[in-house]
T-cell receptor
Framework: EADIYQTPRYLVIGTGKKITLECSQTMGHDKMYWYQQDPGMELHLIHYSYGVNSTEKGDLSSESTVSRIRTEHFPLTLESARPSHTSQYLC???????????FGPGTRLTVT | QKEVEQDPGPLSVPEGAIVSLNCTYS??????FMWYRQYSRKGPELLMY????GNKEDGRFTAQVDKSSKYISLFIRDSQPSDSATYLC??????????FGTGTRLQVFP
């Protein structure tokens, strides 16, 4: 069973606030991912990392930024939240060379 | 056209039924195929993983890949109310980035 954690689980915040969504995993996985998921829509990759000090933008353009200072930690930051950022954000990490990704429980963000 | 197409449902079946969930795809380079189950307000949970064509069975779940038709299926036998969830197919050609379907919402009623 994968051990990947996300906090907070739910966040309601006003427009213009800076927020950081936390993601951590205890499995020592090198590769980590952030996805955005809207109701009835597919998951879209917004950021990924192949290891410490490595970050890349995904297929879906996002105003968020990420950092990877430690293997186990992959936080996502929005400098100035807007209502268009309202969505569910899912963090995942990958095991070995086989390809499966394991997901955290998600953070449901609402920007008012 | 999306790379992966999946009927969003909802699909409603009685307990004990055999459920068939399907995805089609357009990119013949896909080699890795996965099915995830997602309960409401939870993250996706990996159910089945298949490389290339063929079948894979795990308990009540069977995954099939037909690369010639660009079609993958997940069968659930003896479906239970606890199987009620959204099922997402996902695939990849380089074992790294996954392309997801929109998910099929399944409801199994007692």
């Amino acid at each position: 069973e994968a051990d990947i954690y996300q906090t907070p689980r739910y966040l309601v915040i006003g427009t213009g606030k800076k927020i950081t969504l936390e993601c951590s995993q205890t499995m020592g996985h090198d590769k980590m991912y952030w996805y955005q998921q809207d109701p009835g829509m597919e998951l879209h990759l917004i950021h990924y990392s192949y290891g410490v000090n490595s970050t890349e933008k995904g297929d879906l353009s996002s105003e968020s930024t990420v950092s990877r200072i430690r293997t186990e930690h992959f936080p996502l930051t929005l400098e100035s939240a807007r209502p268009s950022h309202t969505s569910q954000y899912l963090c995942a990490s990958r095991v070995g060379a086989i390809g499966e990704q394991y997901f955290g429980p998600g953070t449901r963000l609402t920007v008012t | 056209q999306k790379e992966v197409e999946q009927d969003p449902g909802p699909l409603s079946v009685p307990e004990g039924a055999i459920v068939s969930l399907n995805c089609t795809y357009s990119n013949s380079a896909f080699q890795y195929f996965m099915w995830y189950r997602q309960y409401s307000r939870k993250g996706p949970e990996l159910l089945m993983y298949t490389y290339s064509s063929g079948n894979k069975e795990d308990g009540r779940f069977t995954a099939q890949v037909d690369k010639s038709s660009k079609y993958i299926s997940l069968f659930i036998r003896d479906s239970q109310p606890s199987d009620s969830a959204t099922y997402l197919c996902a695939m990849s050609y380089n074992t790294d980035k996954l392309i997801f379907g929109t998910g099929t919402r399944l409801q199994v009623f007692p």
